[in-house]
């Protein structure tokens, strides 16, 4: 007989920040500052020295949102194969070529072009961000990439003092340059890779991967939305403000700074909470509250202070949300494919970066109203909630990138998991199981008291699975042990692990010890594993049992 063992309990406090994390973090988020400055300095020169209007703008500008989504896939996967300390520091140098270009350069359509390369600075992020999630603990990482995003609040205080060297951008453009150079070197200095990246893919292989991945989930509308309005904001609510309520540029933009950085705020609050809590209901929240702004702003308030509160708090509940999103996905990522999920997901933020400003241009140009657009964007957003709402287990999963296991023996493990570990690490505690379905023959027990045992095809971690591992067959089976019942009850399991599939045994939890017991002897599995969960530490596995060590021992 099979006799699985008392749960063991993970500390929950988080663990410490290693010595050089908080360095890596601080230098990091000054580099995404320097490079989202590079990114949006195409506006001012479009604005000041060739006074662009409104249309000829905004479309001017979408063409470094869309060299950042070309680039950003490619240099994540490259993040993934050679390293932040490398990938960095060549971002970095290409946006100063592009601004030191946009400095010198005479005339609109050589502003234009460099500009537009501007663009590669928008890779900052996805490396910037593989760099965090792989340096600080898992407890800590939402709150570190929460203040990785304040990189946007760094690009808004050196687009205040810039301003004072020249409101064209001439002198900032050159002097940006240089200190992009600057912290070039320091990043090639400072920055260390805390893991190997596996190499036996291509980056050609892997793009095309992940390119079908993003297009093949509704995740990616999601990422578009709250990812990418952000860069929208920094991007176009300037000339939005200057051509619609008349307002100054140097005002225009100085407004459009402090709503920048109340959304960097807003996001580092999105990661520390994804620390500490479920997300879903917060997410509903944020959508359907700026699908209301939306609407407000849709009214046409004639009231200039109004306005900008509105969009204000637009900002601030799409930072909330986007600080989230960040944060799943950097929990969520394994260390080796991190690069290439930002690369992926940054890549779809930008292109939705252009949704907000294009729907303004659309609506104006044919109605004469930004109402129209106002009232679509509110629809977007109130979609989007709803998804969240039916879809939360899933959003915290992330992309389902194919996990590759090291060459070994196939094992036949049994996993046994409680309901208080999927209460809060569900997203978690799905993707370690997903890791071994990858490799092992595997059945889940799973102690649950919810009413849900009934179906358990409408069991959390069936859900969960199914989503995670769209090429296994994934079946719920209710088991509710009484003397001398329980031999037939796993009948079925074992008939679906002969099948190939990943059985999922939903029992009352005052029976989970005794069923995994009964179902490890009757399947004759090789190992028996408690699966935990702590904010501090993420999803874990615990060997409890192991068909070779007990023969050892008998022997």
Partial sequence: MVTVGQELRVPGSPSPWPPRAALTLALATVGLGLNLRAWILLGPHLHERFDVGLRDYVLLMALPLLVAALVRLPVGVLTDRYGARVMFPVVSLASAVSVLGLGLAESLPAVVVFGSTAGLAGAALVVGGSLVSRTVPYGRRGLALGVFGLGATVAVVISALSWRLGPDGRRAALLLGVALVVFAGLAALVFRDPVTAHRARSPLGTCVEMIKLASTTSLSVLYALALGGVV???????????????????????????????????????????????????????????????????????????????????????????????????????????????????????LGALVPPLLIAGADRLSQSHAVAWILLAALLLVVALYVRAHGLRIGLGLAVRFEPEPGPTAMTVAVVGEAETQLGAAAVVARLAELAASDELVVVYGSDRPVRRRPS?????????????????????VTPYAGTLGALAAPVGESVEAGEVAIAVTPTADLSGVAAELSSYLRADRVLRVSYSPAGGAGLHEVWNRRTAATNHG
């Fill in 458 to 478: 409408a069991n959390v971690l069936v859900l969960g699975l199914r989503d995670r591992l769209p090429r296994h067959s994934v079946v719920g089976v209710g």
């Fill in 232 to 350: 929208a904001s920094a991007v176009y609510l300037p000339v939005y403000l200057a051509t619609v309520f008349r307002m100054e540029w140097f005002h225009a933009l100085a407004v459009t700074g402090t709503l920048v950085g109340l959304g960097a705020g807003a996001r580092l609050l999105g990661g520390w909470w994804t620390d500490r809590r479920p997300t879903p209901q917060l997410l509903t929240v944020c959508y359907t509250v700026a699908a209301g702004l939306c609407l407000v702003a849709a009214s046409d308030p004639q009231l200039r202070w109004l306005s900008i509160l509105v969009i204000g708090a637009i900002a601030v509940c799409d930072g909330v949300a986007s600080g989230v999103l960040l944060a799943l996905i950097g929990k969520a990522a394994r260390a080796e494919s991190v690069g290439a999920v930002m690369g992926a997901t940054g890549a779809v933020a930008a």
